[in-house]
C-alpha cells in the first residue's frame, strides 16, 4: 500500500531563517507531488504541484521554492521566512488513473510551521 | 473560473442529529467531486467521491449525490457522532488538472 511522510512534524524558526520540509512517499511510482499551505483556520493553497523529476510548477508568486531531486521525493524550502509563512503544510499525491486522468489526492500528515 | 462554495460554519449539532453540509461549485464543464475530512491536527482524508451525475458517493455512514442540475453535492449522515468532528472539504477536479478546494466547514459534535 501507498504511505506518504512528511517531516519534520513541528518546527518553530525565526525570521530570516532557511526552511527546508521534506516529503516522501512509498509504494507507488511517477507520482503527481504537490505542497499545499493552511493557514489557521482557513483552507487550503496550492503552492507547488510536480509531473516529475525536476518539473516544478508554481502556483503563488512567494519566497518558497520547491525541488525533486527523486521520483518519490517532493522538498520545500526558503532562503528567509517571513512572518506571513507561518501555517500547517502539507504535501499530497495523486497518480494517474487507467484513463490517463489524475486519481484523486492523498495527503500526509503535515508539518505546522511558526515564525517568530 | 472554477469555484467551490461550502455553508459557514463552524455547525454545531447533538449527538445522533441529521447532518446537511452544503457545497455548490461552479464549472465549465463535469468535473468529479469529492469529499475529504480533515481531524484536529492532520492531514486530510478522502471520505467520499463522484465522478458523473447522479453518482452517489458513500463512506462510513456519509453520503454525497452529484447533482448536475443545482451544481451541488451536498453531504449527509443520519447520525453524527462525537468522534464526526473535524473540518469538511468538498473539491472538484477536471480530468487532468488540479484540485479546487472549497474554504471547508468545522463541524463540532457534543455529547
Known amino acids: 500500500s501507498q504511505t506518504i511522510h512528511q517531516w519534520p512534524a513541528t518546527l518553530v524558526q525565526p525570521v530570516g531563517s532557511p526552511l527546508s520540509l521534506e516529503c516522501t512517499v512509498e509504494?507507488?511510482?511517477?507520482?503527481?507531488l504537490y505542497w499545499y499551505r493552511q493557514a489557521a483556520g482557513r483552507g487550503l493553497q496550492l503552492l507547488f504541484y510536480?509531473?516529475?523529476?525536476?518539473?516544478i510548477s508554481s502556483e503563488v508568486p512567494q519566497n518558497l521554492s520547491a525541488s525533486r531531486p527523486q521520483d518519490r521525493q517532493f522538498i520545500l524550502s526558503s532562503k528567509k521566512l517571513l512572518l506571513s509563512d507561518s501555517g500547517f503544510y502539507l504535501c499530497?499525491?495523486?497518480?494517474?488513473?487507467?484513463?490517463?486522468?489524475?486519481?484523486?489526492?492523498?495527503f500526509g500528515p503535515g508539518t505546522r510551521l511558526t515564525v517568530l | 473560473g472554477d469555484s467551490v462554495t461550502q455553508m459557514e460554519g463552524p455547525v454545531t449539532l447533538s449527538e445522533e442529529a441529521f447532518l446537511t453540509i452544503n457545497c455548490t461549485y461552479t464549472?465549465?464543464?463535469?468535473?468529479?467531486l469529492f469529499w475529504y475530512v480533515q481531524y484536529p491536527g492532520e492531514g486530510l482524508q478522502l471520505l467520499l467521491k463522484?465522478?458523473?451525475?447522479?453518482d452517489k458517493g458513500s463512506n462510513k455512514g456519509f453520503e454525497a449525490t452529484y447533482r448536475k442540475e443545482t451544481t451541488s453535492f451536498h453531504l449527509e449522515k443520519g447520525s453524527v457522532q462525537v468522534s464526526d468532528s473535524a473540518v469538511y472539504f468538498c473539491?472538484?477536479?477536471?480530468?487532468?488538472?488540479?484540485?479546487?478546494f472549497g474554504p471547508g466547514t468545522r463541524l463540532s459534535v457534543l455529547p
Open positions: 499530497a499525491w495523486s497518480s494517474i488513473g487507467a484513463s490517463g486522468g489524475w486519481n484523486e489526492q492523498f
Open positions: 509504494g507507488t511510482s511517477n507520482p503527481n
Open positions: 463522484a465522478t458523473k451525475a447522479d
Open positions: 510536480s509531473v516529475g523529476i525536476g518539473q
Open positions: 473539491a472538484l477536479r477536471y480530468y487532468g488538472q488540479n484540485f479546487v
Open positions: 464549472a465549465t464543464g463535469y468535473p468529479s
